[in-house]
């Protein structure tokens, strides 16, 4: 069994990771190393008046008047009527959220540095907070950014056709549903340590990110740079989640600090910094009224989707990528052809909205598939029905959605049918009953989702970005040695790709991963790539792999064909060797050929050499869809609230498999998360705007006692447009679980007559569900 | 997340650790297992300027069976009681107690004379050492022992009737006869976190003891004399609407939800009590 395309085997980079012999940021050691800590805004909005250090320390401290040769981060869409937000990487004039930096300081370790932080005394006048998008959306609220008319970030109008529905539908669902704000909790926070090379007249910086070429740019731009004056090392990265995917405003005040002080300056996020400073995701608001027939099948939607974007727009992603992908997706895998839809962008007291694993789509499917549900309730059908009734057949493909999106290829009903038939529907209702006579509450709920994965430059174009991503590139070499070097700007985060991508390499040059080497995450060492985010990775990296691979067979080719005195076309390649007939020859002794001895190859030889890069993009850059549906069976305590699950099945199809292990390592994670975004995580506030749930004692992350035993199946429809027939598949998993589990919940609670429309959904919220429904006779059983 | 600069003293026995006491300030703190304290002092909540560790004194690990009480040491850790390594004052409860502490991490290190110290409403030992009748012996600097009852130890959320010149030296229990029961229930968000509601009823005809306790409450634990006396009597689970009742008379500041889980985990500790024989 060889280690290409296909293959389970265990991840590369397992070895350091599990040993503890990786380097996070944290773990890089330099001479005359800073620790950096910050003064960080204690109030939700006001205006700083000043900014008090002490004397002793005023080479220790540096505030935005220090860093007046940084340009604050002003992300600009080309979206219609989007506002731009203004950034400063230390506060200027106003504070917009509570954690939000206003001053850094140094010092050789980081406990000196936050004591020195303790000693910075801020005067700030304190404003009305903006504590939720309602109240911030209304005429009369204050101004968070003052140059702005309303707080608007952008709002967004799909007007399509619901005539029809209207005037046909037998079934009205109205509802309103809310989806909490989160936190995306990767294992090791935001980190960075830069440094100034003077041989090199750069500035280095290591920095815990999914996208080091494009921190590149962005460090570059805002400190006023030339792009070959900076160079951006990801080393090991402890998860990403897509908060990792965005300029940090810390990565400029560390940067600017080094420069300044020519000493290596670090500054690594703790858990509670994350939790305040990092609770920027997730949060959307929706109104949606669902139109349909009497067999359920969905007529036409109309929805109204209000995203709690917080403070700021990040780079390069906008504040407008959350409320466009939840437009654009709402409909999700069903065909429908009545939709309009209008979101809002709101500008809160908050950290600033960033894209999270899933991105807007774990808010759409959870909107959606509870009224699938309601759907299903008031036509007296089965959920899975009503889902087969309306999704887009397999016998439909490619299909292209009420929104425009191009669905490439699957069977949708298809993963329905399954996730019924292995969680055992119509057992279940059985088992259902007799229990209801027992006084327990069990329930059944799915959630079906489409995964547009490696959205491409049209997409992103459309979306407005300052910044749109194109041609990934990636370099495969012979080494010469004959083992085989494979370079790519994306990175490798704990999603495997670093795996991956060697197989993709081993497919094609028939060398076992382990003598494949594959750098990442170093823009001085490595191809551009605009990095690891919105499922792309595999398709993108994966794909420049194949080609620059399939173009290095053909000059080994070559090279070969000298050696064994064959012609080129004759030669194949097995096992790390070229064979022609019964004579072979190693790599290593083609590579020796090339770099050590090349008089023994011919006068006209190729001069390429054995070192290629390639740039690829799939036939189709609006995105290849994978899809699921996640069926979850739990059992809900009436008298506790607990949800404890009995059963969690997931089909997928993400096409082509490049590592069944790595796969379902990816699904466990997403679902894991996906139930943390269903029963456990949300950050509150208080009035003022201040955070209540700042240490993991009060934002409740789920163990391993309150998951499920995952269940998953995969069937493979290739995509016709990527290479190898890959998709991407990183964040599906945690786009359902919320739709599925609430699904669940409401339909064990139904003889209480209790209908859950909020996530998550914690004992408390069911509780007072079941006490405000008050059906005490039912309870008892 | 680094705490600020504190002297750290770790006595070699008790009698240096009393020395240590006669001079603190009120900016002292004595140190146990740390699962709390070391938190605290990360979030930078608690600024001692010293900090003594007793974990480690041999005297505070002893283990005195005497004739209708035991004497447990206030270092002795979590993980020695769940464990089953230390004498029961009643078949099985501390063991089960102690097992539901946290994370098996947490309860290799925490101890039980920490947890009474720090008194955190929603800590365990608080509410099952006073539904077991427990009283607490103190040392001062001076070599003076006073003992009080766990319904007096505990004044509030995190504050105790320990003075700054104290020592928490020993937990005593009451011996329970063969035909005693007891309960124990506590409802969380998540296997380890801090309780939402805690309830507790221990009872022992032969001694005519019988205590109902509440904890989670934000506050002390909560001891019902009515609700003590009507289970002892009828043998029988209260009614909801009997708890709640006299949850509201007891805590009416409590929230619907919080009374409501209150009661169910007094009713679900009561049935365990009950079927226990």
């Known amino acids: 069994m060889g280690t290409g395309i296909g293959a389970r085997v265990a991840r590369k980079e397992d070895a350091r990771l599990l040993s503890g012999q990786a380097k996070f940021v944290r773990d890089l050691k330099f001479p005359r190393l800073l620790e950096a800590a910050y003064v960080r805004s204690p109030l939700a909005h006001g205006r700083l008046k ?122 009205v669902i109205e509802r309103e549903y809310n989806t909490a704000r989160q936190c995306m909790n990767p294992m090791e926070g935001k980190g960075t340590l830069s440094y100034w090379d003077d041989k090199a007249g750069q500035l280095v910086v290591y920095t815990s990110t999914q996208v080091p070429h494009l921190i590149r740019t962005g460090i570059a731009q805002y400190l006023q740079m030339d792009q070959g004056q900076v160079r951006v090392i990801a080393p090991d990265v402890g998860g990403g989640f897509g908060y990792k ?88 895998p069903y065909a429908l052809e009545g939709y309009r839809c209008k979101t809002y962008s709101v500008a809160t007291n908050k950290p600033g909205f960033t894209p999270y694993r899933g991105v807007a789509r774990p808010g ?104 749109v991503p194109g041609y990934e590139q990636a370099m495969v070499k012979l080494t010469p040695s004959g083992s085989v070097e494979v370079r790519s700007g994306n990175h490798s985060f704990g999603q495997g790709l670093e795996t991956t991508i060697a197989q993709v390499a081993s497919e094609w040059l028939t060398v076992d991963i382990d003598k494949i080497n594959v750098l ?17 990775g595999m398709v993108m990296a994966g794909g420049a792999v194949s080609k620059a691979a399939e173009e290095l067979v053909k000059r080994i080719k070559i090279h070969a064909s000298h050696l064994l005195q064959c012609d080129a076309k004759d030669v ?55 899809y699921a549906t996640h069926a979850a069976i739990v059992e809900v305590d009436p008298e506790t609230g607990k949800v404890s699950f009995e059963d969690y099945y997931v089909f997928e199809d993400c096409g082509r498999r490049v590592n069944p292990l790595i796969l379902e390592g990816q699904t466990y994670g997403g679902a894991a998360q996906g139930i943390g975004t269903a029963l456990f995580e949300e950050v509150l506030y208080d009035p003022s705007g201040q955070p209540l749930t700042s240490t993991l004692a009060d934002y409740i992350l789920p163990g391993p006692a309150e998951l499920p035993h995952f269940r998953l199946e995969h069937s493979e429809t290739p995509s016709p447009y990527t290479r190898h027939g890959i998709k991407g598949v990183g964040e599906g998993a945690a786009i359902a679980p919320g739709g599925a589990v609430l699904n669940a919940i409401n339909d064990a609670l139904e003889p209480l007559g209790v209908e859950l429309n909020e996530l998550p959904a914690t004992p408390h919220k069911i509780l007072s569900a079941i006490m405000d429904a008050d059906r005490p006779e039912e309870v008892a059983g | 997340m680094k705490p600020v600069g504190f002297q750290f003293a770790q006595p070699d026995t008790l009698a240096e650790a009393m020395q240590m006491l006669r001079d603190v300030s009120e900016d002292t703190k004595i140190m146990s297992g740390g699962q709390s304290l070391g938190p605290m002092l990360n979030l930078r909540l608690a600024r001692p300027e010293k900090i003594i560790s007793i974990a480690g004194l041999s ?170 006396r009507q289970i002892a009597v009828t043998g029988i689970v209260p009614s909801k609407e009997v708890i709640k009742a006299e949850l509201e008379r007891l805590a009416p500041d409590l929230d619907r939800v919080k009374k409501h889980l209150l009661a169910v985990a007094l009713q679900r500790c009561t049935k365990q009590a009950l079927n226990h024989d």
């Open chain 1, 50 to 171: 000043s900014v008090t250090i002490p004397e002793k320390y005023k080479d220790r401290v540096f505030t935005a008047s220090n860093l007046s040769d940084v340009l604050p981060i002003r992300p600009e869409s080309t979206l219609p009527g989007y506002k731009a937000s203004q950034q400063y990487p230390l506060v200027k004039d106003k504070v917009r959220f509570v954690g939000e930096c206003i001053a850094i300081c140094v010092a050789p370790t980081r406990a000196e540095a936050e004591d020195i932080a303790e000693q910075v005394i801020v005067d700030i006048d304190p404003l009305p907070p903006l504590v939720n998008a309602s109240d911030a959306k209304t005429r009369d609220a204050p101004r968070l950014h003052d140059d702005w008319d309303d707080n608007l970030f952008l709002t967004t109008a799909f007007d399509g056709d619901l005539e029809f529905a209207e005037k046909n539908a037998t079934v």
């Open chain 1, 245 to 332: 995917c965005v300029l940090q405003p810390e990565e400029l005040s560390v940067s600017w600090v080094a420069r300044k002080l020519k000493r290596p300056v670090r500054w690594v996020e703790d858990r509670r910094e994350h939790l305040v400073a990092g609770a920027n995701t997730r949060q959307h608001h929706y109104k949606l009224k669902a139109y349909a027939d009497d067999r359920g099948k969905l007529l036409g939607i109309d929805a109204e989707i209000t995203v709690d974007i917080g403070a700021y727009s990040v780079w390069p992603f906008t504040a407008c990528l959350e409320a466009a992908q939840a437009g654009g997706n709402l409909p999700g």
């Open chain 1, 364 to 467: 759409v499917c959870f909107a959606m598939e509870l009224t699938i549900d309601a759907i299903a309730r008031a036509v007296g059908r089965e959920p899975a029905d009503v889902r087969r009734e309306n999704l887009v057949p397999g016998s439909a493909m490619p299909y292209t959605n009420v929104t425009g999106k191009f669905y490439d290829s699957g069977d949708y009903q298809h993963s329905v049918t399954e996730a019924a038939r292995a969680i055992g529907l119509e057992d279940f209702r059985k088992r259902q009953k007799e229990a209801r006579t027992q006084g327990r509450f069990l329930g059944l709920g799915f959630g079906t989702f489409t995964e547009q994965s490696a959205h491409g430059t049209k997409v992103f174009a459309a979306w407005g970005l300052p910044l």
């Open chain 1, 520 to 536: 990442m995450g170093d823009t001085g060492m490595t191809p551009y790539s605009t990095g690891a985010y919105a499922s792309r």
């Open chain 1, 572 to 626: 194949a390649l097995k096992d790390g060797k070229a064979l022609s007939g019964a004579a072979s020859v190693d790599f290593a002794d083609i590579a020796r050929a090339w770099y050590l001895r090349p008089d023994q190859l011919d006068e006209d030889v190729d001069t390429a050499g054995l070192e290629v890069t390639q740039g690829y993009k799939p036939d189709i850059d609006t995105g290849v869809f994978t």
């Open chain 2, 59 to 228: 005297e505070l690990r002893e283990v005195d069976e005497g004739e209708g009480f035991i004497e447990f040491g206030t270092a002795l850790r979590h993980a020695e009681f769940e464990d089953g390594s230390l004498p029961e004052p009643i078949s099985g409860m501390m063991r089960h107690v102690a097992k539901g502490i946290a994370y098996r991490a947490v309860r290799n290190r925490g101890t039980i004379g920490g947890s009474l110290c720090h008194a955190d409403p929603a800590a365990d030992w608080i509410t099952a050492l006073t539904a077991l009748g427990a009283t607490v012996r103190m040392v001062s600097a001076q070599g003076d022992t006073r003992d009080v009852d766990m319904t007096r130890f505990i004044h509030g959320a995190y504050r105790t009737e320990l003075n700054s010149d104290e020592l928490l030296k020993s937990v005593i229990l009451p011996r329970y006869s063969s035909s005693a029961v007891w309960g124990y229930y506590k409802t969380c968000r998540k296997v380890g976190e801090f309780a939402d509601a805690i309830a507790s009823w221990v009872a022992d005809p032969k001694k005519r003891y019988s205590r109902v306790v509440f904890g989670a409450t934000a506050g002390a634990p909560i001891v019902s004399i009515p609700l003590s």
